[in-house]
């Protein structure tokens, strides 16, 4: 604070007090304060919904099996007195496996004989008693034409043995048709102990040898003695889950791969569709022919699918982003009209940086680029196009 005097021309002397404020060296250099600006709608960056079919191709497991695979079990019991295949052999339809031995089917087969011969003697004998019926009825007819020479009574009695013997002759036949059954059973039998292939194919499994006891027992805990599988044909099973059973039909080439030949691709045929959903895996069986003329390919195989996925109209996509996760719900932010809302979506599946949404949404429409809880619905906002 300083003091002067200053005397005006001619005037009185004017006492003034001047106040200076001190400069410091932090005050040195400072600019002047700038005008707070003005506050506004935010702005977020958009994109917008896109239409388009669905064509995705997803990695499905598979598992190759037999086409066929049997596990043999003889139909008699019996001693096993030969086995001519082992685990690996190539075996052709028809070809003998196994020869069995039992010898209580002779003596079977010996007393089946031995009844036929008597039933077909019973048979002769009545045959032989209703010729001579017969014959005595004729006897007594032309006698009768005589009248008082035969008793009407004679005759009539004549009669009723001659078709008694009939009801004998067709009771004979039958038995001895039954007779013959059984001896053809038994010689059926007989023939059962000789194990066959039921076709093509290669023993995958051996559980006896010679000398062993086996039956046609072939409940659980019963091992088979032979088992044939025909891996000339694979069939490609296929669990599908339900989301992507839309556009399966049979016919479809598909390529899958497994790991025995890594880099290569082999490709099967849909077949068959079980057309029924497993309740406790909701998926559903969808079988592939698979051709495997050259024995590369095993059965009981895993494999990976490139199993196509497509929809019968197209679908909403919109950038993974977009999508926004709370704990009660699933949503994108879509702007109309300069202010927010929240859609709730279902995603489906994705295809590159897009996924696929379903919802209350609408090809065109604006959503937020980043979808996050942080913009509420309702707020008015600023957009600008996303790259």
């Known amino acids: 604070m300083r003091r002067f005097q200053v005397r005006a021309a001619g005037g009185p002397i004017l006492v003034g007090t001047l106040l200076v404020a001190a400069c410091g060296p932090g005050s040195r250099g400072q600019q002047p304060a700038t005008a707070a600006p003005t506050t506004g709608p935010p702005t977020i960056d958009v994109v917008q919904v896109v239409e388009r079919p669905l064509d995705v191709t997803l990695d499905m497991p598979g598992e190759l099996d037999a086409f066929e695979d049997v596990a043999i079990y003889p139909r008699v019991t019996g001693y096993v007195k030969s086995i001519g295949v082992d685990r690996g052999s190539h075996v052709r339809a028809g070809q003998t496996l196994a020869q069995l031995e039992a010898p209580e089917l002779l003596a079977q087969r010996a007393e089946a004989e031995s009844k036929l011969q008597a039933a077909e003697a019973q048979r002769g004998a009545v045959q032989s008693k209703a010729d001579a019926d017969a014959s005595t009825l004729a006897k007594l007819t032309a006698a009768s034409a005589t009248p008082g020479v035969i008793a009407g009574n004679d005759l009539v009695l004549a009669q009723k043995s001659v078709e008694a013997d009939q009801n004998q002759i067709a009771a004979a036949a039958r038995n001895v048709d039954a007779a013959r059954q059984a001896l053809n059973s038994v010689t059926q039998m007989q023939t059962y102990l000789t194990v066959t292939a039921p076709f093509d194919g290669v023993v995958t499994e051996r559980n006896v040898h010679p000398g062993a006891l086996v039956g046609p027992n072939s409940g659980a805990g019963v091992n088979p003695i032979l088992r044939v599988v025909n891996r000339s044909r694979l069939r490609l099973v296929v669990p599908v889950p339900d989301a992507y059973l ?62 196509p996925v497509r929809r019968r109209g197209p679908s909403l996509f919109v950038p993974a982003g977009s999508v926004a996760s709370t704990t009660g719900r699933t949503f994108v932010i879509r702007v109309r009209n300069g202010r927010t809302d929240w859609v709730d979506v279902k995603t489906g599946l994705s295809a590159g940086p897009l996924v696929e949404v379903f919802g209350d949404l609408r090809a065109g429409d604006e959503v937020a680029a980043r979808g996050t809880d942080e913009i509420r619905a309702g707020t008015e906002v600023r957009t600008k196009q996303a790259a």
């Open 246 to 307: 839309a556009g399966v039909t049979e016919g479809v080439v598909m390529p899958f791969t497994v790991p025995a030949y890594p880099g290569e691709t082999f490709s099967g045929k849909v077949a068959r569709i079980a057309q029924a959903v497993d309740v406790k895996t909701r998926t559903m069986a969808v079988e592939m022919d698979v051709q495997n003329a050259d024995g590369r390919l095993s059965p009981g195989s895993f494999c990976q699918v490139r199993w």
